[in-house]
């Protein structure tokens, strides 16, 4: 199971260890999970429950490095960006791991 394409952003972004905290989303359709690393890395994990792409604006995302599969990446390794400004686009289905720059 680990091997699937879906499991990647999670399995190398999300690890024993890391404390689950409060996170909040404006949107019924973007489920949001935020974590801190026992080294004090902040990461997000959100994951589309719609077949359409949204807007995902996070306040402190600049220099932010993510990791994401959605419909247009299919069964091929994870997208990765490093987002300029507050705001990436989240395609359909997509699951996107954020590692927030400190």
Known sequence: MWGHPLCVPIADNFRPGDK??????????????AFVSPSGERKLLLVNKRDREFEISLPEAEGAKI????LTTGSNPPASISIAGSTFKLGGFGVAAVTLAK
């Open 20 to 33: 689950i905290v409060e996170a909040s989303s404006d949107s019924g359709y973007v489920m949001t999970q």
């Open 67 to 70: 990791e994401m599969i959605d």
